[in-house]
């Protein structure tokens, strides 16, 4: 029987390459980190995403600015922004499907997609060669470096994937004896669906890695994993047989912006909260105009001085993308806040249940 083959597509550092490779192109090979401005190193927040130079410095997301700019004071740092995300990632999607078996692209995030490519494998004359390909299309189409894992399902496609990065190719498969071999070493965690917590309940057993699991039956899996046990079962040998279904054309759920301030502001400092929820409400508008979007649900999120985060909603009868609506509701929402007496650090607006804007009505309105 004709094997069957998917491929996992994962951009590298995604964020980081968008900027170093189509926003900024005079930062390509350098070390980049996309998060909040590291000012001399007294900055605040967080970087969310480091280029591999700068992971080689020792930065990665999710790290303190001020600590990654003690480590690499030469690093570019950029405030990035996600709207260019969004459209690279349109790019490359759009280069998966031309190679996908029937245009099938299931988007598994914003930077990584899984494809069927039975067909294409066989007129490429095999995975490596059609995974080549592939990374080579959308380096030279979108700018992009990105790895590539293929294997008989998804499951596998997206272990072989980490294997090899950046600018990887990982072939698995499709013997089933190929497939458990591969996996056998490799610890329980590099299954997309094992999380840290379930890491450890594994460990607590003397379970870490896939090959003690490929020894074992469901039965003696049970106490360690109860209901999950036969699902580990098969991932562990390798075996998924989830069709790979398109998710369709990508819909904008939400848009959001926040603000991390340098100091933490006074409770009493209301309207330049107020002031700041309506620049970032006048951004939010002024794209969901360009985007002929409309919104319903409104969130703020605010966090305080002890890093104490709550976001609140209102949902409203009609859509709008009306600035000053937005801005509205951003404050009535912000002022009815309970924590009263804490300083605040942080505050975001988020608008969800978009819809599209009828284009007549965008017109009549805004013209
Ligand atoms: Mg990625």
């Known amino acids: 029987m004709k094997s069957r083959w998917i491929m996992h597509v994962d951009m590298d550092a995604f964020f980081a390459s968008v900027e170093q490779y189509r926003n900024h192109p005079e930062l390509a090979g350098r070390p980049v980190c996309v998060g909040h401005d590291p000012k001399g190193g007294r900055g605040r927040g967080v970087v969310r995403a480091a280029s591999y130079e700068a992971r080689a410095k020792g930065i990665h997301a999710g790290m303190p600015v001020s600590q ?47 494809i069927e490519v039975t067909e294409g494998v066989e007129v490429f004359g095999g995975p490596r060669n059609l995974a080549a390909w592939i990374q080579d299309s959308i380096w030279h189409e979108a700018n992009l470096p990105c790895s590539v894992g293929a294997a008989p399902n998804m499951s596998v496609a997206k272990v072989a994937t980490g294997m090899n990065k950046p600018r ?9 004896s190929d497939i458990m071999k591969f996996l056998e070493p490799l610890p329980v965690t590099a299954l997309n669906g094992i999380g840290r917590k379930t890491a450890e309940r594994l460990e607590k057993f003397g379970i870490t890695t896939l090959g003690q699991i490929q020894r ?8 360690a994993l109860g209901r999950g ?36 502001v006074e409770p009493d400092a209301v309207d330049y909260i107020h002031e700041v929820l309506g620049g970032m409400c006048g951004k939010i508008g002024a794209r969901l105009q360009k985007k002929a979007l409309k919104f319903k649900t409104v969130t703020v999120k605010m966090r305080f001085s002890d890093y104490s985060t709550i976001q609140r909603s209102r949902s409203i009868p009609v859509e709008t993308n009306n600035s000053d609506i ?13 924590e009263r007496e804490k300083s605040i650090r942080l505050v975001g607006v988020k608008v969800s249940g978009l819809s599209e804007a009828s284009e007549q009505l965008c017109l009549t309105e805004y013209l």
């Open 326 to 338: 937005l801005h509205r509701l951003a404050v009535e929402i912000f002022d009815q806040r309970e």
């Open 168 to 176: 990887g190719i990982t072939i698995v498969g499709p013997e089933p």
């Open 229 to 264: 046990s036969p699902w580990l079962f098969q991932r562990a040998r390798g075996i998924d047989e989830r069709p790979l279904i398109d998710n369709g054309p990508r819909v904008r759920k939400s848009m959001s912006k926040d603000r991390t301030f340098l100091e933490d």
């Open 216 to 223: 074992m039956t469901i039965s003696e899996l049970w106490p």
């Open 68 to 114: 990654a700019y003690h480590l690499c004071p030469d690093a570019a740092f950029i405030p990035g922004e996600f709207e260019s995300y969004s459209v690279a990632s349109d790019e490359f999607m759009d280069i998966l499907h031309e190679y996908a078996d029937g245009g099938r692209v299931r988007r598994a995030s914003i930077d990584e997609a899984y």
